[in-house]
Nanobody, 115 residues
Framework: VQLQASGGGLVQPGGSLRLSCAAS????????MGWYRQAPGKQRELVGQIIEDDSIMYADSVKGRFTISKDDAENTVYLQMNSLKPEDTATYYCYAEEWSGLNNWGKGTQVTVSS
């Protein structure tokens, strides 16, 4: 499974960005997909994920502001980020967990929230 993430950038506080993650390769192996982020000097943390029954879970820090969706026809997962805060600044990573337990990671995309 290969993952191609895009959509990061610089945005002012209160602004919005949408990240995309396109999956290719052995798509049928994917159990769940989602997003992590890592800020400088901090551990990587889960932002949100779509689990096996297509329900979506979010970190408390982003609930109500971030929305994960997917387009099965395009094998793409999106992360819509609204009401962005400076503390959302991080490198965002798309991931796909296979049924085997193997995790696949996309190349990180930088999100910077600053005035």
């Amino acid at each position: 499974v290969q993952l191609q993430a895009s959509g990061g950038g610089l945005v002012q506080p209160g602004g919005s960005l949408r990240l995309s993650c396109a999956a290719s390769g052995d798509i049928h192996k994917i159990k769940r997909m989602g997003w992590y982020r890592q800020a400088p000097g901090k551990q990587r943390e889960l932002v949100g994920q779509i689990i096996e029954d297509d329900s979506i879970m979010y970190a408390d820090s982003v609930k109500g502001r971030f929305t994960i969706s997917k387009d099965d026809a395009e094998n793409t997962v999106y992360l819509q980020m609204n009401s962005l805060k400076p503390e959302d600044t991080a490198t965002y990573y798309c991931y796909a967990e296979e049924w085997s337990g193997l995790n696949n990671w996309g190349k990180g995309t930088q999100v910077t929230v600053s005035s």
